[in-house]
């Protein structure tokens, strides 16, 4: 399994990428739209982790563009707003996870969605 | 029940949960990245624990890095605060750098988002006017929407302060697209409602890019 991280917040999706790798989990990160794009066209991932608000090209927005690139890959999104509640209801329930993650939370996650 | 649209309180509401919602946006992350850090501290532990050693420049790194969160959302909180607090009196003598710096620090990921650079040029004496300070970052705040939309991403607005004869003005500078806005754009019915209660003049300069926000030295007067 490979994973992309896309967050604008450099500390957290590095320091995420380390701690998924501690537990066999590959994954790489990048920090911005342009950056995830550039790195799929090099490299493939079964699965990207995207932050929903970043500048420039959204979570949403890049989740269209790589989708529409690599129809296999998989996403979910990390979100700093509002809680889980939010996301309890719709068909996308699976796909989203709330600032600060939980890492088992995520890894339960990326598991599920790989799943589908 | 027939209540009458409250155009100020409306655009008021809509101001404070935007930069509220903002900001605990910000918050969030900040909390994620201390969350990082920590578990990470804590895999560490139990590395160590099953006999790896441990880089000790690694964990200086850490401890200093969740430091900086701590004060990264200090900062934010610390904003909010003084925020929340611009409610307390309606009328109160402020100084526009203040105002101004506020506005920015508050809207600073709204900033990003639109990819638009802010370059404040803050008087070097402090440009004090009597006014309803709440009601002052919701003008500064819509003037600045509007000038980071006019410029358009990849480019610097520059925010300026100063004395005049008669109070004092903030003048968004290096508006480039302002001489194609169309003129129905801006002031908005919300910013021509606050710029009547504030006794505030909005004057644009197509030619030179620039907005002026003309603000009297009292609100009273």
């Known amino acids: 399994m490979r994973l992309l991280l896309v967050d604008d917040e450099v500390e957290l999706v590095s320091t995420l990428a380390e701690r998924l790798s501690f537990r066999g989990i590959d994954a790489d990160w990048v920090a911005s739209g342009e950056e995830a794009l ?24 890049l989740k269209g563009m790589l989708e529409a690139k690599y129809p296999d890959m998989k996403f979910i999104f990390m979100t700093g707003h509002g809680s889980e509640d939010d ?28 799943k589908k | 029940m027939n209540c009458k649209p409250d155009m100020i309180g409306e655009t008021g509401l809509h101001f404070f949960g935007k930069m509220s919602a903002t900001n605990c946006h910000d918050i969030k992350n900040a ?24 880089d ?21 909180v610390k904003n909010m605060s003084r925020f929340a607090h611009s409610i307390d009196e309606p009328v109160v003598n ?63 607005v520059g925010l300026i302060t100063e004395e005049t004869k008669d109070g004092a003005r903030i003048r968004f500078t290096h508006i480039e697209g302002l001489k194609e806005a169309s003129t129905d754009m801006f002031p908005t019915e919300q910013a021509k409602a606050l710029l009547k209660t504030l006794n505030g003049e909005l004057t644009p300069d197509a030619g030179a890019g620039e907005l002026a926000l003309i603000l009297p030295r009292d609100i009273g007067s």
Request: hydrophobic share 45%; charged share 25%; proline share 4%.
């Open chain 2, 56 to 76: 000790q420049e690694r964990l200086k790194t850490l401890a200093e890095k969740v430091v900086k969160q701590v004060w990264r959302a200090d900062g934010f």
């Open chain 1, 87 to 114: 996301f309890r209801t719709g068909s996308s329930k699976a796909y989203y996870l709330v600032k600060p993650i939980n890492i088992e939370a995520l890894i339960s996650k990326i598991n599920e969605v790989l």
């Open chain 1, 38 to 61: 550039k790195k799929a066209e090099t490299e493939t991932y079964d699965l990207a982790v995207l932050d929903v608000k970043m500048p420039r090209i959204s979570g949403i927005k």
């Open chain 2, 31 to 54: 909390l994620a990245i201390i969350n990082e850090n920590i578990g990470l501290l804590q895999d560490f532990i139990l590395m160590s624990e099953k006999g790896m050693a441990i």
């Open chain 2, 94 to 156: 402020v100084d526009l750098n203040e105002i101004l710096e506020l506005v920015k620090m508050l809207s600073s990921r709204f900033v990003s988002m639109r990819g638009v650079t802010l370059k404040p040029e803050p008087s070097m004496n402090p440009v004090m006017v009597t006014t309803n300070p709440f009601l002052l970052e919701n003008l500064v705040w819509l003037c600045l929407d509007f000038a980071m939309e006019v410029a358009g991403s990849g480019k610097t």
